[in-house]
């Protein structure tokens, strides 16, 4: 067993490798590599691939492309323009008007496509023409795009909750029913920011339009039946028990596909977009997870877990001074790495630490994922930033990064209410699965 001062050696070049530039599969794959040269010899070595094979044959790991296709007919199915008219109609009184159409329309998404950047560039391309010559603050519309799009890794089905679950041997669907409470408060403390700008200045919201007739706004109501069906077949055979997460992946395809068959959109040239866009997706998610699933390995053959665990407990430190380290750790960690590449990359090294202080694998999967949430919009890398920027096409980036501002506060205002009151992420994984 190696000492936790070379494991700590190992993390930082690990970090400045990723820091470099360098492509997230390779760096990990590198450090296991050399890990296995220096400590374990040529077993260990060629030992790689039995697991990429185990990691890629993970039945779990099914799910990721089950649940990017499922985005994908989302998008080509003709659905988000619906229903972001039909929650405009609702969500517009509001003072911010329009701006928490964004928020609930990202919400909405978040929920049957479980990946930030599709929801970013989904309601992006939906949501800015809205704002044309109506007077809102562009910084605050950009905001409110960029930082709702961040629930899509929250609110279930989500991608990082996957791998995050395959990595720690976490239940995936605890992790579900863990993410859904936090996923709509944030959507509320979103929301209670749109507010509270918008009445402290009103210039930040456009002038107050009338609303629909209440007939009209009934009718399209449901145009939101097609991503709640969806939600309730995907989440509901989970929580009742019916199927696996992967299993309820597989189901949501098919209703999916049913539902772009009724809207008149499915054909051979919208499914061949579809495939080509989730291989696309998933190969570059499988070669990330199966490098990590080699390190794993590697850190755990050297003993880098064991000695980690051991000297945080020689040292005492409590579960709350450990995730105020953290939440520092992944909030600087975040501004030079990618949200997925900074989940997979730390989990082999900072999950036996959470584990040996006592905290609750389901509870730090959600903070963790609040922590990747907070990952997407913080500069100089933040990638919502860079996808809002990308369709709005023109001006500086740095409107879109001022607009995020307000709401990274409240993200960090929800890690605290986490910690102080944990059961908002435990409470509904025990009702549905204890």
């Given at each position: 067993?190696i000492?936790?001062?070379t494991?700590?050696?190992?993390f930082?070049?690990?970090?400045?490798?990723?820091?470099?530039?360098?492509?997230?599969?390779?760096?990990?794959?590198?450090?296991?590599?050399?890990?296995?040269?220096?400590?374990?010899?040529?077993?260990?070595?060629?030992?790689?691939g039995?697991?990429?094979?185990?990691?890629?044959?993970?039945?779990?790991?099914?799910?990721?492309?089950?649940?990017?296709l499922?985005?994908?007919?989302?998008?080509?199915?003709?659905?988000?323009?619906?229903?972001?008219?039909?929650?405009?109609?609702?969500?517009?009184?509001?003072?911010?008007?329009?701006?928490?159409?964004?928020?609930?329309?990202?919400?909405?998404?978040?929920?049957?496509?479980?990946?930030?950047v599709?929801t970013?560039?989904?309601?992006?391309?939906?949501?800015?023409?809205?704002?044309?010559?109506?007077?809102?603050?562009?910084?605050?519309?950009?905001?409110?795009?960029a930082?709702?799009?961040?629930?899509g890794?929250?609110?279930?089905?989500?991608?990082?909750?996957?791998?995050?679950?395959?990595?720690?041997?976490?239940?995936?669907?605890?992790?579900?029913?863990?993410?859904?409470?936090?996923?709509?408060?944030?959507?509320?403390?979103?929301?209670?920011?749109?507010?509270?700008?918008?009445?402290?200045?009103?210039?930040?919201?456009?002038p107050?339009?009338?609303?629909?007739?209440?007939?009209v706004?009934?009718?399209?109501?449901?145009?939101?039946?097609?991503?709640?069906?969806?939600?309730?077949?995907?989440?509901?055979?989970?929580?009742?028990?019916?199927?696996?997460?992967?299993?309820?992946?597989?189901?949501?395809?098919?209703?999916?596909?049913?539902?772009?068959?009724?809207?008149?959109?499915?054909?051979f040239?919208?499914?061949h977009?579809?495939?080509?866009?989730?291989?696309s997706?998933?190969?570059?998610?499988?070669?990330?997870?199966?490098?990590?699933?080699?390190?794993?390995f590697?850190?755990?053959?050297?003993?880098?877990?064991?000695?980690?665990?051991?000297?945080v407990?020689?040292?005492?430190?409590?579960?709350?001074?450990?995730?105020?380290?953290?939440t520092?750790?992944?909030?600087?960690?975040?501004?030079?790495?990618?949200?997925?590449?900074?989940?997979?990359?730390?989990?082999?090294?900072?999950f036996p630490?959470?584990?040996?202080?006592?905290?609750?694998?389901?509870?730090?999967?959600?903070?963790?994922?609040?922590?990747?949430?907070?990952?997407?919009?913080?500069?100089?890398?933040?990638?919502?930033?860079?996808?809002?920027?990308?369709?709005r096409?023109?001006?500086?980036?740095?409107?879109?990064?001022?607009?995020?501002?307000?709401?990274?506060?409240?993200?960090?205002?929800?890690?605290?209410?986490?910690?102080?009151?944990?059961?908002?992420?435990?409470?509904?994984?025990?009702?549905?699965?204890d």
């Amino acid at each position: 067993m190696i000492d936790a001062g070379t494991a700590f050696a190992g993390f930082v070049l690990l970090v400045a490798f990723m820091a470099l530039g360098l492509h997230i599969a390779f760096v990990m794959f590198a450090i296991a590599m050399l890990g296995s040269v220096l400590f374990l010899g040529m077993p260990a070595v060629m030992n790689f691939g039995n697991q990429f094979w185990g990691a890629t044959n993970n039945f779990v790991l099914v799910a990721i492309p089950l649940f990017v296709l499922l985005g994908e007919i989302l998008v080509r199915g003709g659905f988000t323009d619906r229903m972001y008219k039909a929650l405009s109609d609702w969500l517009s009184p509001m003072p911010g008007g329009l701006l928490h159409t964004n928020i609930g329309a990202s919400a909405m998404f978040a929920a049957v496509s479980g990946s930030s950047v599709a929801t970013a560039a989904t309601i992006g391309t939906v949501a800015l023409p809205s704002f044309r010559n109506r007077g809102y603050d562009e910084r605050l519309v950009l905001g409110t795009i960029a930082a709702g799009a961040t629930l899509g890794i929250l609110i279930p089905p989500s991608i990082n909750m996957i791998i995050y679950g395959a990595m720690t041997n976490t239940s995936v669907g605890r992790l579900y029913a863990a993410g859904v409470v936090p996923g709509l408060v944030l959507t509320g403390l979103f929301m209670l920011v749109v507010i509270v700008l918008c009445k402290w200045r009103p210039a930040f919201a456009g002038p107050v339009e009338p609303p629909a007739p209440l007939r009209v706004r009934l009718a399209r109501l449901v145009d939101l039946l097609p991503p709640l069906t969806i939600f309730a077949a995907v989440m509901g055979t989970i929580y009742l028990g019916w199927a696996t997460p992967t299993e309820s992946a597989a189901i949501g395809v098919v209703v999916a596909l049913g539902l772009a068959a009724a809207n008149g959109k499915l054909g051979f040239r919208m499914l061949h977009e579809s495939f080509v866009s989730t291989v696309s997706i998933t190969a570059m998610i499988m070669l990330i997870a199966a490098s990590a699933f080699y390190l794993n390995f590697v850190l755990g053959l050297m003993g880098v877990p064991q000695a980690l665990a051991n000297y945080v407990k020689e040292i005492g430190a409590s579960p709350g001074a450990l995730i105020a380290i953290l939440t520092v750790f992944y909030l600087i960690l975040g501004c030079f790495l990618d949200a997925l590449a900074m989940v997979i990359g730390t989990i082999p090294i900072v999950f036996p630490l959470v584990v040996a202080v006592g905290i609750d694998p389901v509870w730090f999967g959600i903070f963790l994922v609040v922590m990747a949430e907070l990952a997407l919009i913080t500069p100089p890398v933040g990638m919502n930033l860079y996808v809002v920027q990308g369709i709005r096409g023109e001006g500086e980036i740095t409107d879109v990064i001022v607009g995020t501002l307000p709401f990274l506060l409240m993200m960090l205002l929800l890690v605290w209410l986490l910690w102080i009151w944990p059961d908002m992420a435990l409470w509904l994984p025990r009702q549905s699965f204890d």
